[in-house]
């Protein structure tokens, strides 16, 4: 492989990665303080680009349909938290990926009635539709405003985490939910307004990724499938592993396809169960396993 | 209460032991089975065989043969794990007299094991498998849409006229994009032309870019492509998003323009691809399927919906011969192979191995359209290796 | 004894279909006791020790594989070849798999579980050599008659089901339902607890090598969509429709997941939308599933 194609190859690992990222973010969240085995997320980013598809096709614009689209997904984050997930803080893990798992079944038949069972398009914005050279490939400049904004939401919530009340708040209801309401803070409130954000991440990506992707029935699958094995690669509940885990993900997918196209699918998984048996709860997990 | 509910099903169950004869009387319906996506990814081709199917039944006054059609649906969901069950549901539980669908080349490879087994009247309307028509046909098996090989094979001539002899290929890696690259390497290496490298995507996998940027430095004259549905959109959108599409022209069976030319804008204009059929033939017979299609569905019609329609039609002419007597199997299977259609596709009729013989169009995207710039290939006759039916 | 009579009654009637020689019958039903065999196969695992797992389609279709590739490759028929070779190459597979994931717990063990699901699915949907996604025939199969395969799948249940409580109400059933409990405790009190939990993996997942093999033998077609955590998740369905933790619930919840997919389809379209609607409920108002109702109180 000649230097120049390492590099775009490189690149375009980089930028699945970060896309990647975006989903899973929102996946470990959930999934480390909430302690919900959320299989419904994929179905959160499907229903984000359809969302994104309807707008633009009737307003003409893909970013007020993001504007529009993302206040819509915390709204539905919100209800399908209070209606369905509530009542799986106190379950074991076979009720929550069951519940989830019916949760997809009916966000499928939702989007067949509602949307339709057609491929759609997405156009992305007049300002953002031209391309960037890049030696002999050219680079859409679609792809590379996705990449920035992945990297700006990861640094804000990075920020939110780690400098905010809230982002104490999160930390400690991951550790000890029951402290922190005896502590007098709404944990119900964190809980719903933790699910809703990592609703809306995945809407987000979802509608990034709709002018890439082209949007259909089932896309939420294989990007539920592999936000999984990016957060328990980056280890459960942590964001920055999440951000390796992804990225990780990103590039092995990327080489694996040119380097050894056979075996290319089943990378990705050979990445995962490696990294477990290496480190059992993820590169960067919690030390005590509490779920 | 769990007891009384298993004796409910156990009830249920053994009503419908009792002989279907008991219950007839006249001319009995004709019952098709349908063997369909109607949920998922293909739903839009379900949707669209099954409503083509029905106008033409309607066109013939809702009866073919002198019988009544009765129309029994199964949702696949393009699930070759399910399909034996389904299989099982129309031929041994509603006991159809006839077997059309299915789209799903897995699904289609269940179908013909149980139905060469049980030799149900079967007519595959999507499928494109070889061996459908190859090793396992049988007398009693037809197909009405296309082979694979008759979509690629003849698209290799077009690139060899215009010069383009060093080609990539990029595909998915399961049976429908193997045998379009072989019919395709076939055609290409007769005259001349040399593959500089082959691209297997797995399936259904739509991440296309590592692949893109190889195709980049390997600068081939023209690059062949088999990809079809929501891939297909993507793969053209995100080829011309790379800046390949003005250097390296690209090619590929209709398939990679199907239905999603909308989505695809402006990044498929210019495109060229060989299919059995286009939306913009210009005879009688498509200009009349496809106001009626519009007019029945709202919908545009497209090549799946065609197989649909000359399914019911070219059955109509059989069940006509023999008066509607599906027991008559023989003379029915004659009347078959000796149907003559004037398909919206153009002139339609089976080939020995019971597929299709029909004339393979050049199609070029213009205007958001696909244009016909002539016969690729006419009575194209899909060569049926391993086939043994009237050799 | 309600059970005893309630499980006599349904074997009774499911050997009476054997009988009436349908052919639908035969056919459906053959494919739902599969379906009752994968259930309590899985139960072992999430029912009595508390391990949820995603890789039971995989011994499924690890057998079926096995079966379609002996018989076409080796030209091996013989039932009493093929059938002990397939169960241990699921048994085998288990054993390693097991080995692999048990390495991990909770949740983690869940995903690897899902990973080796999934690498074994590409395996088989990407090889041209093995089918790919089209799948293969099984070209000469060990039990041909529709009647024999039927009574075949009907002994093998029936044998599943007394092997496995017979396990179970052993001492080491006794243990597993300690590590379900509390593994830490039982870990305390000297039990090689990663021992117990690995032979129980490996006990499922040569259940689910019966099934697979049965499945080849009762169609003749193995796919890889018959792999992957998609049916993993089916076979879980069936568990919980069931009620975890009885044996002989999850069996029943196979049939009736099985005649629900059936008649669903006549009622809507949107026979999907009903699943899901039976899942979430009962996930929420009927966590011991359909064996909870008859048991009508906790168990201890």
Same mark, same amino acid.
């Given at each position: 492989?000649?230097?120049?194609?390492?590099?775009?190859?490189?690149?375009?690992?980089?930028?699945?990665?970060?896309?990647?990222?975006?989903?899973?973010?929102?996946?470990?969240?959930?999934?480390?303080?909430?302690?919900?085995?959320?299989?419904?997320?994929?179905?959160?980013?499907?229903?984000?680009?359809?969302?994104?598809? !309807?707008?633009?096709?009737?307003?003409?614009?893909?970013?007020?349909?993001?504007?529009?689209?993302?206040?819509?997904?915390?709204?539905?984050?919100?209800?399908?938290?209070?209606?369905?997930?509530?009542?799986?803080?106190?379950?074991?893990?076979?009720?929550?990926?069951?519940?989830?798992?019916?949760?997809?079944?009916?966000?499928?038949?939702?989007?067949?009635?509602?949307?339709?069972?057609?491929?759609?398009?997405?156009?992305?914005?007049?300002?953002?539709?031209?391309?960037?050279?890049?030696?002999?490939?050219?680079?859409?400049? !679609?792809?590379?405003?996705?990449?920035?904004?992945?990297?700006?939401?990861?640094?804000?919530?990075?920020?939110?985490?780690?400098?905010?009340?809230?982002?104490?708040?999160?930390?400690?209801?991951?550790?000890?939910?029951?402290?922190?309401?005896?502590?007098?803070?709404?944990?119900?409130?964190?809980?719903?307004?933790?699910?809703?954000?990592?609703?809306?991440?995945?809407?987000?990506?979802?509608?990034?990724?709709?002018?890439?992707?082209?949007?259909?029935?089932?896309?939420?699958?294989?990007?539920?499938?592999?936000?999984?094995?990016?957060?328990?690669?980056?280890?459960?509940?942590?964001?920055?592993?999440?951000?390796?885990?992804?990225?990780?993900?990103?590039?092995?997918?990327?080489?694996?396809?040119?380097?050894?196209?056979?075996?290319?699918?089943?990378?990705?998984?050979?990445?995962?169960?490696?990294?477990?048996?290496?480190?059992?709860?993820?590169?960067?997990?919690?030390?005590?396993?509490?779920? | 209460?769990?007891?009384?509910?298993?004796?409910?099903?156990?009830?249920?169950?053994?009503?419908?032991?009792?002989?279907?004869?008991?219950?007839?009387?006249?001319?009995?319906?004709?019952?098709?089975?349908?063997?369909?996506?109607?949920?998922?990814?293909?739903?839009?081709?379900?949707?669209?065989?099954?409503?083509?199917?029905?106008?033409?039944?309607?066109?013939?006054?809702?009866?073919?043969?002198?019988?009544?059609?009765?129309?029994?649906? *199964?949702?696949?969901?393009?699930?070759?794990?399910?399909?034996?069950?389904?299989?099982?549901?129309?031929?041994?539980?509603?006991?159809?007299?006839?077997?059309?669908?299915?789209?799903?080349?897995?699904?289609?490879?269940?179908?013909?094991? %149980?139905?060469?087994?049980?030799? *149900?009247?079967?007519?595959?309307?999507?499928?494109?498998?070889?061996?459908?028509?190859?090793?396992?046909?049988?007398?009693?098996?037809?197909?009405?849409?296309?082979?694979? !090989?008759?979509?690629?094979?003849?698209?290799?001539?077009?690139?060899?006229?215009?010069?383009?002899?060093?080609?990539?290929?990029?595909?998915?890696?399961?049976?429908?994009?193997?045998?379009?690259?072989?019919?395709?390497?076939?055609?290409?290496?007769?005259?001349?032309?040399?593959?500089?490298?082959?691209?297997?995507?797995?399936?259904?996998?739509?991440?296309?870019?590592?692949?893109?940027?190889?195709?980049?430095?390997?600068?081939?004259?023209?690059?062949?492509?088999?990809?079809?549905?929501?891939?297909?959109?993507?793969?053209?959108?995100?080829?011309?998003?790379?800046?390949?599409?003005?250097?390296?022209?690209?090619?590929?069976?209709?398939?990679?323009?199907?239905?999603?030319?909308?989505?695809?804008?402006?990044?498929?204009?210019? %495109?060229?691809?060989?299919?059995?059929?286009?939306?913009?033939?210009?005879?009688?017979?498509?200009?009349?399927?496809?106001?009626?299609?519009?007019?029945?569905?709202?919908?545009?019609?497209?090549?799946?919906?065609?197989?649909?329609?000359?399914?019911?039609?070219?059955?109509?002419?059989?069940?006509?011969?023999?008066?509607?007597?599906?027991?008559?199997?023989?003379?029915?299977?004659?009347?078959?192979?000796?149907?003559?259609?004037?398909?919206?596709?153009?002139?339609?009729?089976?080939?020995?191995?019971?597929?299709?013989?029909?004339?393979?169009?050049?199609?070029?995207?213009?205007?958001?359209?696909?244009?016909?710039?002539?016969?690729?290939?006419?009575?194209?006759?899909?060569?049926?290796?391993?086939?043994?039916?009237?050799? | 004894?309600?059970?005893?009579?309630?499980?006599?009654?349904?074997?009774?009637?499911?050997?009476?279909?054997?009988?009436?020689?349908?052919?639908?019958?035969?056919?459906?039903?053959?494919?739902?006791?599969?379906?009752?065999?994968?259930?309590?196969?899985?139960?072992?695992?999430?029912?009595?020790?508390?391990?949820?797992?995603?890789?039971?389609?995989?011994?499924?279709?690890?057998?079926?594989?096995?079966?379609?590739?002996?018989?076409?490759?080796?030209?091996?028929?013989?039932?009493?070849?093929?059938?002990?070779?397939?169960?241990?190459?699921?048994?085998?597979?288990?054993?390693?798999?097991?080995?692999?994931?048990?390495?991990?717990?909770?949740? $983690?063990?869940?995903?690897?579980?899902?990973?080796?699901?999934?690498?074994?699915?590409?395996?088989?949907?990407?090889?041209?050599?093995?089918?790919?996604?089209?799948?293969?025939? *099984?070209?000469?199969?060990?039990?041909?008659?529709?009647?024999?395969?039927?009574?075949?799948? !009907?002994?093998?249940?029936?044998?599943?089901?007394?092997?496995?409580?017979?396990?179970?109400?052993?001492?080491?059933?006794?243990?597993?339902?300690?590590?379900?409990?509390?593994?830490?405790?039982?870990?305390?009190?000297?039990?090689?607890?990663?021992?117990?939990?690995?032979?129980?993996?490996? %006990?499922?997942?040569?259940?689910?090598?019966?099934?697979?093999?049965?499945?080849?033998?009762? $169609?003749?077609?193995?796919?890889?969509?018959?792999?992957?955590?998609?049916?993993?998740?089916?076979?879980?369905?069936?568990?919980?429709?069931?009620?975890?933790?009885?044996?002989?619930?999850?069996?029943?919840?196979?049939?009736?997941?099985?005649?629900?997919?059936?008649?669903?389809?006549?009622?809507?379209?949107?026979?999907?939308?009903?699943?899901?609607?039976?899942?979430?409920?009962? *996930?929420?108002?009927?966590?011991?599933?359909?064996?909870?109702?008859?048991?009508?109180?906790?168990?201890?």
């Amino acid at each position: 492989m000649s230097l120049s194609l390492f590099l775009v190859q490189l690149v375009n690992g980089v930028e699945y990665g970060l896309l990647l990222f975006l989903v899973a973010s929102g996946l470990t969240l959930v999934f480390g303080v909430l302690g919900v085995l959320n299989f419904a997320h994929g179905s959160f980013y499907m229903l984000g680009a359809y969302l994104a598809w !309807w707008v633009s096709a009737r307003s003409g614009s893909l970013l007020l349909a993001i504007a529009v689209g993302v206040p819509a997904m915390v709204l539905i984050g919100l209800l399908v938290e209070r209606l369905a997930i509530a009542r799986l803080y106190s379950r074991d893990h076979l009720s929550q990926v069951l519940l989830t798992y019916g949760l997809v079944l009916l966000f499928n038949e939702l989007q067949s009635v509602l949307f339709g069972n057609d491929v759609h398009g997405v156009n992305t914005p007049e300002a953002l539709s031209f391309t960037v050279r890049l030696g002999e490939q050219t680079w859409p400049a !679609w792809r590379a405003f996705t990449s920035l904004a992945c990297i700006c939401i990861a640094v804000t919530m990075r920020q939110i985490v780690l400098g905010t009340r809230f982002g104490m708040r999160v930390r400690a209801g991951a550790s000890n939910p029951e402290m922190v309401e005896a502590l007098g803070i709404d944990v119900r409130r964190l809980f719903a307004t933790l699910f809703s954000a990592g609703t809306a991440l995945a809407g987000l990506a979802g509608m990034l990724a709709a002018p890439l992707t082209t949007v259909y029935p089932g896309m939420g699958e294989s990007v539920l499938i592999l936000s999984f094995v990016v957060v328990v690669i980056g280890g459960i509940g942590s964001i920055k592993g999440a951000f390796f885990g992804a990225l990780l993900v990103g590039l092995a997918d990327t080489f694996g396809k040119v380097l050894l196209p056979g075996f290319a699918s089943a990378m990705v998984y050979a990445v995962m169960a490696a990294v477990l048996l290496w480190r059992p709860r993820g590169l960067l997990g919690a030390a005590a396993e509490g779920r | 209460m769990t007891l009384s509910r298993r004796a409910l099903l156990g009830a249920a169950a053994c009503t419908s032991l009792l002989p279907r004869r008991l219950f007839a009387a006249g001319a009995a319906k004709l019952r098709i089975g349908l063997l369909l996506p109607y949920s998922g990814t293909y739903a839009a081709l379900g949707h669209n065989i099954t409503d083509a199917m029905k106008l033409a039944a309607t066109e013939h006054g809702g009866k073919l043969g002198g019988r009544e059609v009765e129309w029994v649906a *199964v949702d696949d969901e393009s699930d070759p794990a399910k399909a034996p069950a389904n299989v099982n549901k129309l031929i041994a539980g509603e006991k159809v007299d006839i077997l059309t669908g299915p789209v799903h080349s897995g699904v289609a490879m269940a179908m013909m094991q %149980i139905v060469r087994q049980e030799e *149900v009247l079967t007519v595959v309307t999507n499928a494109g498998a070889q061996a459908v028509t190859g090793t396992l046909c049988a007398p009693h098996v037809f197909r009405t849409s296309f082979s694979n !090989w008759q979509t690629s094979y003849p698209c290799a001539d077009v690139l060899l006229k215009a010069g383009q002899k060093k080609a990539v290929l990029m595909f998915w890696n399961y049976s429908f994009g193997q045998e379009s690259m072989a019919a395709f390497k076939e055609g290409y290496a007769k005259g001349g032309g040399t593959i500089v490298k082959e691209i297997a995507v797995p399936f259904p996998s739509t991440e296309f870019q590592a692949n893109l940027s190889e195709i980049a430095s390997l600068k081939p004259d023209a690059v062949f492509v088999f990809f079809a549905g929501a891939g297909a959109a993507k793969f053209v959108k995100d080829y011309a998003a790379a800046g390949l599409k003005e250097n390296i022209p690209l090619y590929g069976s209709g398939f990679l323009t199907e239905g999603v030319l909308g989505v695809q804008g402006a990044a498929a204009e210019g %495109i060229k691809t060989t299919l059995h059929y286009a939306d913009g033939l210009d005879n009688a017979a498509n200009k009349k399927f496809r106001a009626a299609f519009k007019k029945a569905t709202g919908r545009d019609a497209d090549v799946y919906a065609v197989a649909g329609y000359d399914t019911v039609n070219v059955l109509a002419q059989a069940l006509d011969k023999v008066k509607g007597d599906t027991g008559a199997r023989k003379e029915l299977i004659a009347a078959l192979e000796s149907a003559r259609l004037d398909s919206p596709r153009g002139p339609f009729r089976f080939s020995k191995a019971h597929n299709p013989i029909q004339d393979v169009y050049l199609r070029q995207v213009k205007g958001g359209q696909e244009a016909v710039l002539g016969v690729a290939l006419k009575d194209a006759e899909d060569p049926a290796a391993g086939c043994k039916m009237g050799k | 004894m309600r059970r005893q009579a309630l499980l006599l009654a349904a074997a009774a009637a499911l050997a009476a279909v054997a009988f009436s020689g349908d052919r639908f019958w035969l056919q459906f039903l053959g494919k739902a006791m599969i379906g009752c065999i994968l259930a309590i196969g899985l139960d072992l695992l999430v029912g009595f020790t508390g391990m949820v797992s995603l890789a039971h389609s995989a011994f499924f279709g690890l057998a079926a594989y096995a079966l379609a590739l002996l018989t076409n490759r080796l030209g091996l028929v013989n039932p009493l070849v093929t059938l002990p070779a397939c169960i241990a190459f699921a048994a085998a597979a288990a054993l390693v798999i097991g080995w692999l994931s048990l390495r991990a717990t909770g949740v $983690y063990f869940i995903m690897v579980t899902l990973a080796f699901t999934q690498m074994l699915y590409y395996l088989f949907n990407d090889s041209p050599a093995l089918g790919g996604s089209d799948g293969l025939y *099984v070209q000469a199969r060990p039990v041909d008659s529709r009647v024999a395969a039927y009574v075949v799948i !009907w002994l093998a249940l029936i044998a599943v089901y007394l092997v496995l409580s017979r396990v179970l109400r052993a001492p080491y059933g006794r243990v597993l339902e300690g590590i379900r409990g509390n593994e830490q405790r039982m870990r305390s009190l000297g039990y090689p607890t990663r021992r117990y939990k690995l032979v129980a993996f490996v %006990i499922a997942g040569a259940t689910a090598g019966v099934a697979g093999y049965l499945d080849a033998t009762l $169609y003749g077609f193995v796919n890889p969509a018959q792999l992957g955590w998609r049916q993993s998740g089916l076979i879980l369905v069936t568990v919980l429709l069931g009620g975890k933790g009885t044996l002989y619930g999850p069996a029943f919840g196979a049939l009736l997941l099985a005649f629900i997919e059936h008649y669903g389809e006549k009622v809507t379209e949107h026979w999907n939308a009903l699943i899901a609607a039976l899942v979430i409920a009962v *996930v929420l108002f009927l966590p011991r599933g359909l064996a909870g109702l008859l048991q009508g109180r906790p168990r201890g």
